[in-house]
């Protein structure tokens, strides 16, 4: 499927209507189908139709980097935005995390005998995947501590150790997972110790042990896991790229994926917004609406200069992705990263004030909303090391000669 940036607009114009006609009419329909199935981390049937509806008008894998016939960073934020405003609804196009992430990975990295296996069923939606790199016995925000071992023996690999935080693990449609552990611990260079491999989820001594919560919610059906590997063992081939490439796999890996999420959450803060104005209107207290409260029309006011920043933020990073790589955009991905689900939370927050108790409950999006603000300020990396790498490198950039 290849787009144009010119034609951006039709395709955002589909994707309005896709939103109001199949998705905004169905939340309730498709939280209701999740509750009533057997296995919380099954398959919902709404799902299945909403994303061949999808596939038919043309709205499939709009994540698609521009060198693999897609669409620019800059033309995809309007597209993340708009289905960040119903947090499900990416994977009805196919542009769900932590998969895309993960067909980047195939597309940049695996051979042809993993893009056929693993990178066709996901592009067509048939499987879903998991990115394991997060473990809970060490310190992930520094990637260099992961302590899961990978170990050759002969033609194989054997990998022992622990993950959680693993998106997609509970999911039954998941059966992929891209592992990042050890292969060379005593190497010099910290960078060079770890690797990328391919574990197939039903392989033996995976065990996926619990679905986590993040709030109280668990994210079903996708969810977030621990997951144990003992003694697992898979063909030497299994290697993404080459023994010693994962820190460098992950790095160009995690730097789309970030500014996915940004684009997201503009759209969850903007839905916020939207709905405390209508919610503003709509009741009174001590005989005025609430949209004639001062401190209401001040919390209005805030959000809307705030989303405006961070919109404008994102979009500057997405061209700078764009025109000189991600690499090299990392001063702005940073910035990103650290700013929107800030920005997030605190907007999400008014707008849940504004709807008193409502705003808490699961009748509106927000507090769902929120949560998703919060977990990714920890999630691609906690603030407190985008804001240490960034700091770093403003220092080197203002005070080199």
């Known amino acids: 499927m290849s787009h144009d940036t010119l034609h951006i607009e039709p395709i955002k114009q589909a994707l309005l209507q896709f939103m109001d006609q199949h998705i905004y009419p169905n939340e309730a329909n498709y939280h209701a189908q999740l509750a009533a199935l ?37 033309s995809y934020c309007e597209l993340a935005e708009i289905m960040g405003r119903v947090l499900w609804s990416p994977e009805v196009f196919n542009c769900n995390a932590p998969d895309t992430g993960n067909m980047e990975v195939f597309l940049k990295y695996g051979t042809e ?11 067509n939606g048939e499987i879903r995947s998991s990115y394991c790199m997060t ?12 302590r899961t071992s990978i170990v050759r023996e002969g033609d194989s690999y054997v990998i022992n150790g622990k993950k959680w935080f693993i998106t997609n ?34 392989t033996p001594g995976v065990t996926v042990v619990r679905p986590l919560t ?9 969810g977030h896991a621990e997951v144990h590997f003992q003694d697992v063992r898979v063909p030497a081939e299994n290697m993404l790229l080459g023994e010693g490439r994962g820190f460098e796999i992950s790095q ?11 684009m997201r959450l503009i759209g969850s803060a903007q839905r916020s917004l939207e709905l405390a104005c209508d919610r503003a209107t709509k ?31 994102t979009l500057k990073t997405a061209c700078k992705m764009d025109a000189v790589g991600a690499k090299e955009a990392r001063d702005l991905i940073a910035a990103a990263k650290i700013t929107v689900p800030l920005m997030a939370q605190r907007v999400i927050d008014r707008c849940m004030q504004i709807h008193g108790a409502g705003g808490l409950t699961a009748d509106y ?7 998703y603000a919060r977990w990714c300020r920890q999630a691609d990396g906690p603030d407190q090391v985008h804001m240490m790498a960034l700091g770093r490198q403003l220092v080197k950039r203002y005070t080199e000669s």
């Open 252 to 262: 160009g890996r995690l730097g789309p994926g970030r500014i996915h999420h940004c």
């Open 214 to 222: 993040t709030l109280g919610y668990d994210d079903a059906p996708g």
């Open 38 to 74: 057997p296995n919380r981390f099954g398959t919902v049937p709404l799902m299945e139709t909403l994303k061949e509806k999808a596939r038919q008008a043309g709205l499939w894998n709009l994540w698609l980097p521009k060198d693999h016939g897609g669409l620019t960073n800059e």
């Open 283 to 313: 009741r009174e207290t001590f005989g005025r609406k609430l949209a004639e409260h001062q401190s209401v029309l001040e919390d209005i006011a805030k959000s809307f200069c705030e989303i405006e920043q961070a919109r404008l933020l």
């Open 113 to 123: 005998a993993q893009q056929s296996e693993w990178l066709e069923p996901l592009l």
């Open 135 to 146: 473990e809970p016995d060490v310190a992930s925000s520094d990637a260099t501590n992961v």
């Open 365 to 371: 999006p927000m507090a769902e909303a929120f949560n």
């Open 169 to 202: 693990a509970p999911y039954e449609r998941t059966k992929i997972f891209i592992v990042m552990g050890q292969s060379d611990p005593e190497n010099p260079n910290r960078h060079l110790r770890q690797s990328q491999i391919l574990i197939p989820k039903q």
